[in-house]
């Protein structure tokens, strides 16, 4: 198989087991023939090979990036702009998204960057409560329960032949925290690397943009 193969395998086959606090709702866009077409594409033309990457995994899918489109940190301006992947998606920005382009640009662009690199998220699928974004870690009984599903998960993209020298967090701060945890007990990563979060840097240090693409870049070896 292919690495695209194994991607879109490991999607298709996504499902949370357990019982999940009342109030919060999965999003899992990869039940959408639609969306799913869509990531068939977008893997197909930059994960055709079986060149192993090394792994980045951010907290989980957000509503109006991957949580719709499929496509981690990839909203579907970038989809369809950066990507050249046609969508019938209302076409509105997201944050994480316009940082991750600006670095993916710098880098050498979508094909030089994802020759290299995946990414994924700690939760690869997403969450709600009262129809707005949570984080797996901002509600205890949620990051517990799905604990399970997060092993399971990184087994699932270890196995499918990434480089386990080093992996890479998305968000330094909660997300760092937990997954080190987990790699403490199941040793996926020989190191991980804490990356700024996105949507902090876009919220909170746009006039620093360009430092933090340097220090994107200088950590994953450009």
Known sequence: MT????????????????????????LNPYHNDYTFSLCEQFYTKYYNDNKPRKLLLGINPGRFGSGLTGISFTDPIKLENDCQIANTFL?????????????IHAYGGP??????????????????KDNKNINYYDDK????????FVIRSINSLVAMGVDRT???????????????????????FESIVPLSH??????????????????????LGN
């Not at 690495?3 to 606090?21: M, Q, R």
């Not at 094909?111 to 709600?128: E, H, M, Q």
């Not at 080093?166 to 996926?188: D, F, M, P, V």
């Open 3 to 26: 690495f695209a193969e194994h991607i879109l395998a490991f999607y298709k086959a996504l499902h949370i087991e357990g019982k999940l606090p009342d109030d919060i709702v999965v």
């Open 91 to 103: 076409k509105k920005p997201e944050l994480s998204a316009d940082f991750i382009y600006a670095m």
């Open 111 to 128: 094909k030089a960057f994802y020759k290299r690199f995946l990414i994924s998220a700690v939760s690869p699928l997403g969450f709600t």
């Open 141 to 148: 009984n949620l990051a517990q329960a799905i604990t399970p």
């Open 166 to 188: 080093t992996g890479y967090c998305i968000g330094e701060g909660k997300n760092i925290a937990y997954l080190q945890k987990l790699n403490s007990e199941h040793r996926w």
């Open 198 to 219: 996105p949507r902090f840097i876009m919220q909170y240090k746009r006039k620093q943009l360009p430092v933090y693409i340097d220090d994107y870049l200088q950590k």
